[in-house]
């Protein structure tokens, strides 16, 4: 009957970690910072592209003010696109093509526009899949020769925003002029940098650009998991309390396995803090606490492993059927490092991609490791469980 009681919490680890999970989509989104560094143009019909980014963010929540060319920092409520130190920059055989006397000798085009206007882009009406402006387009479409084409939001006409750089005689780099553009729509909204001119090819676009929310920088897909793990971290914290408390009541019927799960509960309260102020952090200054990331997903790596372990160790029938594990011990020791190695490296690369934006490669060669090792795991405890059940049914 005690051991029975001292497990009746799991009706509260229930209710508690349901709880926070209902919170989880109680949120805005938020933005992020994406860095350039002398990435290259792709070739893309009639034109050159580069993919600036894309973020979900809110309309201002206070009234619109005048264009900003000097500084990002904006009151809180305010949601805009700031672009810092936007550099492009062309080949050297590209300009020693211009005339040194010449004031535009290239141009270049940033787009904002929202994921509904993504069609608008280019020659819509004649359906020729042209994105940039002809003389002959010129005449029927009413676009400028050399530009990309832009087919106006009619329920929004400065929307999609077309922000233009030039180059000046034979330089080699043409720098935009640092500015922000304000949000007043929510919705998803995507940033390209194109070019028409077919001997800019080779050029490559280096610096930044902030896309901040109302409430902070953090990017949209993250915002959502910082009130998660505010109530994440209460949740555990009521977790441990209720755990000690039967803890201490059934103090005589304690065995090892029942310190092994102090560990685990132990060690989600501290992943829970340290993820909450980490992103709370990112949220406020716009940069990565590396110090804290680094603590949170290794914090969260050890625990996920050992939570596993002591699955798999309890299925295996030690502490139930037997004292140890004999020599099975080095075979999960050997799985429990491997897992938690190919465990760090994936959160390494989730939480650093979230801004970084890595390659689906990547991404693909570290996630497979540990849901192949997952599968391992599985495929473990229910066999090993089966056999401690067939022990068991012999023995009574």
């Known amino acids: ?23 989880n989509s109680i949120t805005y989104v938020g933005a992020s910072i994406h860095e350039y560094r002398n990435e290259h143009f792709i070739h893309l019909s009639s034109a050159f592209s580069f993919h600036g980014g894309s973020e979900g963010l809110y309309a201002s929540r206070v009234h619109k003010s005048s264009p900003s060319e000097t500084s990002p920092d904006k009151p809180k409520g305010k949601s805009f696109i700031w672009f810092e130190s936007v550099t492009f920059v062309r080949t050297k055989e590209s300009a020693d093509k211009k005339n040194a006397m010449q004031s535009r000798t290239g141009l270049i085009e940033a787009i904002i526009l929202e994921v509904k206007d993504k069609e608008g882009i280019g020659d819509v009406f004649a359906k020729s899949n042209a994105i940039c402006c002809t003389p002959k387009l010129s005449q029927d479409e009413f676009c400028t020769v050399g530009e990309v084409i832009i087919q106006k939001n009619p329920d929004n006409p400065e929307w999609p925003k077309r922000i233009q750089t030039f180059f000046e005689g034979k330089n080699e780099e043409a720098k935009m002029i640092s500015q922000s553009v304000e949000i007043d729509h929510t919705g998803m909204y995507y940033l390209y940098f194109m070019f028409c001119d077919p001997q800019l090819e080779g050029t490559v676009i280096r610096g930044q650009t902030v896309w901040r929310n109302p409430g902070g920088y953090l990017p949209g897909k993250m915002a959502p998991l910082m009130t998660f793990y505010g109530f994440a971290s209460l949740a555990y914290l009521v977790l441990g309390l209720i755990w000690f408390l039967r803890f201490v009541q059934f103090w ?17 309260m501290c992943e829970m803090a340290l993820w909450y102020f980490e992103f709370a952090n990112l949220n406020a200054t716009g940069s990565r606490p590396m110090g804290i990331t680094m603590w949170a997903v290794t914090t969260s790596a050890v625990k996920k492993t050992l939570s596993r372990l002591l699955l798999l160790v309890v299925s295996m029938g ?12 080095k075979k999960v020791l050997a799985l429990g490092v491997i897992y938690f190695v190919a465990s760090e490296a994936l959160d390494l690369f989730k939480h650093l991609g979230n801004i970084n934006d890595f390659s689906g490669k990547t991404r693909l060669y570290l996630v497979l490791p540990v849901a192949f090792l997952d599968a391992w795991f599985i495929l473990w405890i229910f066999s090993s469980l089966s056999k401690t059940l067939e022990k068991l049914q012999v023995g009574s």
Do not use: C, N
Request: charged share 15%.
């Open 252 to 268: 005589r019927d304690i065995i090892q396995l029942h310190y092994h799960i102090t560990a685990v509960i132990s060690l989600g």
């Open 1 to 23: 009957m005690k051991e029975r009681s001292f497990w009746s919490f799991k009706g509260w680890l229930g209710f508690v970690v349901g709880f926070a999970f209902i919170f």
């Open 318 to 329: 030690y502490g139930v059927v037997r004292p140890t594990l004999g020599g099975a011990t």
